[in-house]
């Protein structure tokens, strides 16, 4: 159990009993709880802590139970805990993801799958990959309805499709969007840290000798300063929504090493967003390595590649969503999310959303103490996006 408080120790071990107490499988009752071990294993984990949790019997030294225990973070607040339980739930049924045992305000219980790994980085664009990956991401998107959406002042109307009636879950009422999310809780949370961690700065770091680093940090306030109108000249203000995941990157799914399948984990951010969003999210996320040291390529980016392997995915969402069709305006937003114009917004919504993330966490303690953590990957995403901008511009 390094690395762990006693109290988070307490804390796992009085809720993981609590459960086997009042959920005992079969194999289970022929156990006394009593005379059981815990064994605590920190898994990896950006935005919330995630332990596996193996209980074992003392005297025969048998696993009799493992699960993995996520405690939320901060960030989690900003998804909706019960559609992250249906997403889950539903995932599991369809065999690619983990079984939910137990939901609670500030953790979650679930099944273990044991020889795993997640996506080697070198297998990233391997076409086995990005098959089971496009079967996923499409499934997500069948989740619920399909949304009618259209913006206006910064806020977004949505309404379901008519003859949108191949969802799996058409009784759940999906509220929850991808543009409030960002504009309403990231947003609100990043201008928060930042001003925090900009006070500090001002008064600990002098101007004399550090003036790139004042550079870096008058280029978030302008960012952030300039958010609406720049995020909105790349989110359409009008077309339509699917389910997505948000945060496809390669830590949130883990492969199956005897037969190479692969499980989607992690969905906090899960809401309503543009088709196509979750595989440009992919492809962005890629550039980025974050474990076991971080870094950032711009000679890993290949924009033609990317856009050559979304064109699939793409096609195959218009080909399961015909009824778009039916509608003039849907005719349109097929031919425009067909286009690389389209495809190189979406890049540009997604670093500007993990730009605002970065800006969330930021700890002025945490910089000062040299570690490479979201004020640098922040830095790096500005970069990103500016690159987007020149590829836009030709």
Known sequence: MDGLSLETQKEIIKNVNAYLLQNKSQ?????????????????????????LVKVIEENSKKIIFQAVYKKFGIMSKTGEHLLESNIIEYLSQKGIGPKLYLEKKSYRLMEYIPETRHIEKDILFNDRIIDQLSLILDTYN??????????????????????????????????????????????????????????????????????????????????????????NKFYPEEGFLVMCHNDVNRYNFIQKISDGKLYCLDHEYASLNLPGYDIADYFNE?????????????????????FGIYKKYIN???????????????????????????????????????????????????????????????????????????????
């Open 316 to 394: 195959k969402f218009i080909e399961s969503n015909d009824r778009l069709y039916h509608d003039i305006k849907g005719k349109e937003f097929i031919e425009y999310i067909s286009s690389k114009k389209y495809y190189l917004s979406l890049h540009q919504i997604i670093n500007y959303f993990w730009f605002l993330c970065c800006i969330a966490y930021l700890d002025f303690d945490s910089w000062l103490s040299g570690k490479k953590d979201s004020f640098f990957i922040a830095n790096d995403l500005i970069r990103f996006y500016e690159l987007g901008l020149q590829k836009l511009n030709e």
């Open 142 to 231: 069948h989740f619920t309805s399909t949304y009618i959406y259209h913006i206006k002042d910064n806020k977004i109307e949505i309404e379901p499709l008519k003859d949108s009636d191949d969802s799996a879950n058409k009784e759940i009422n999906v509220t929850k969007t991808y543009y409030d999310n960002v504009i309403n809780v990231i947003y609100k949370k990043a201008k928060l840290s930042f001003n925090k961690f900009k006070n500090e700065f001002e008064k600990k770091v002098p101007l004399k000798n550090n003036e790139g680093l004042h550079k870096v940090v008058n280029g978030f306030q302008q960012y952030l300063d300039n958010f609406h109108e720049n995020f």
């Open 286 to 306: 890629t550039n980025f390595n974050f474990v076991p040291n971080y870094y950032f390529s711009f000679e890993e980016i290949d924009y033609d590649k990317y």
């Open 27 to 51: 194999e289970m009752k022929n156990y006394n709880l009593n005379r059981t071990a815990f064994i605590l294993v920190k898994l990896g984990g950006m935005c919330n802590e995630n332990y």
